[in-house]
């Protein structure tokens, strides 16, 4: 095998592919990376038996020909090169990247050893990839990270018609993001669990590219995506994911708005003085919401921020790391807390204007941290 390829593509293209590359591989092969070089045009994979990726770029082939070569030490040996053309080339068992006066020797994995990396699925429709990769941000904050409950490590998307939801929960906080989608069949009905971290790689690296294929398998067992020439598969995650739409509340008297970049910053400087599981307090009065923490002789710290408030005066208190990633989930400018009681969870959703009507295409549910008092 024999190529050139420019630098800034070939190091894009292999540290794409490579982020799917298991830090642990389950056998050796699964490593590398398998590139095929034919009729103009160098093809990359990678799969690890759970997730696979693979993309194409333009190369000027002098001689056609597949090999396998660890991934992450190709993808460090891209990233330093000058920006110039590199020329690569088999030579025996090993592969030779020449760029100016760089030359690197890799040793090459047997290609036979590989296993075939699962077909795209059928297409089932298309969604704007922007759209779809802030849907994914506000959600997967709320996806828990401890392996030991693998079910909750994923993000259900329930699909009805032209509409994904996308749910993600790790018991003390749920998101829910509603966006809309170009489906291949207009009625149809189906759900997929998805892990988080699958769901973060597509919107981080297709979000950018435009329009995003999103295709099921039979079976719901396969889920894959595809934008720009570049598709991915994954597994799904096997299990019952709790109903959680029943949580969210569907009648809350209580109603309080403040600006949310204002609240957010408040959050982070108050919560300087709240020590690991202590949490911040939110006071809500008429025209007024209060921020405070810290107790007794320890530090404390307030803010006073103004707020619209409908309904009783409350005061709820909340995890400070909770609190803060829901805000900055939120691009709108004000952001509104809805309670039936300080008991129970807040949910917040967007709102565009201080007395407007809330949008609830997202919400987010937190917990709240029960004070002595209630």
């Known amino acids: 095998?024999?190529?050139?390829?420019?630098?800034?593509?070939?190091?894009?293209?292999?540290?794409?592919?490579?982020?799917?590359?298991?830090?642990?591989?389950?056998?050796?092969?699964?490593?590398?990376?398998?590139?095929?070089?034919?009729?103009g045009t160098l093809?990359?994979?990678?799969?690890?038996?759970?997730?696979?990726?693979?993309?194409?770029?333009?190369?000027?082939?002098?001689?056609?020909?597949?090999?396998?070569?660890?991934?992450r030490l190709l993808a460090d040996i891209c990233r330093s090169l000058p920006a110039a053309p590199v020329d690569v080339q088999t030579e025996g068992s090993k592969v030779t990247l020449t760029c100016r006066s760089s030359r690197f020797s890799l040793a090459t994995m047997p290609v036979a050893d590989y296993p075939e990396l699962p077909a795209l699925p059928e297409v089932s429709g298309t969604v704007s990839g922007e759209a779809f990769a802030q849907a994914v941000s506000q959600v997967i904050i709320a996806a828990s990270k401890d392996d030991t409950l693998p079910i909750l490590t994923g993000v259900k998307m329930e699909i009805e018609g032209d509409l994904i939801t996308l749910l993600a929960t790790d018991r003390y906080r749920l998101a829910l993001r509603e966006v809309h989608w170009r489906p291949n069949s207009p009625d149809i009905s189906t759900s997929a669990l998805v892990k988080a971290k699958t769901l973060n790689e597509v919107a981080k690296t297709l979000g950018g590219s435009g329009d995003i294929n999103i295709a099921l398998g039979q079976g719901n067992e396969l889920i894959g995506f595809e934008s720009a020439g570049r598709r991915t598969t994954s597994l799904l995650v096997d299990?019952?994911?709790?109903?959680?739409r029943s949580l969210f509340p569907e009648n809350t008297p209580i109603h309080a708005t403040v600006e949310t970049s204002?609240?957010?910053?408040?959050?982070?400087?108050?919560?300087?003085?709240?020590?690991?599981?202590?949490?911040?307090?939110?006071?809500?009065?008429?025209g007024q919401l209060t921020l405070d923490a810290g107790t007794g002789e320890d530090a404390q710290a307030s803010e006073n921020l103004e707020a619209a408030l409908v309904g009783e005066e409350i005061t709820v208190a909340f995890n400070p790391h909770y609190l803060s990633?829901?805000?900055?989930?939120?691009?709108?400018?004000?952001?509104?807390?809805?309670?039936?009681?300080?008991?129970?969870?807040?949910?917040?959703?967007?709102q565009a204007e201080l007395n407007g009507e809330n949008q609830d295409d997202y919400r987010y549910l937190v917990m709240p941290v029960r004070l002595p008092t209630q």
């Open 1 to 39: 095998m024999k190529f050139r390829v420019d630098r800034d593509v070939l190091n894009d293209a292999v540290s794409w592919a490579a982020r799917s590359l298991s830090p642990r591989p389950p056998v050796p092969v699964l490593s590398g990376l398998l590139l095929r070089a034919e009729a």
């Open 239 to 244: 299990g019952d994911y709790p109903k959680i």
């Open 325 to 350: 990633e829901g805000l900055g989930a939120f691009d709108s400018k004000y952001v509104r807390f809805s309670f039936t009681s300080a008991p129970k969870p807040a949910m917040l959703t967007a």
């Open 43 to 71: 093809s990359l994979a990678s799969f690890d038996y759970e997730i696979s990726a693979r993309l194409e770029i333009p190369a000027d082939i002098s001689e056609e020909g597949t090999i396998l070569v660890s991934g």
């Open 262 to 286: 204002a609240l957010a910053e408040a959050v982070r400087r108050v919560s300087l003085v709240a020590e690991r599981n202590t949490p911040v307090r939110l006071i809500i009065t008429d």
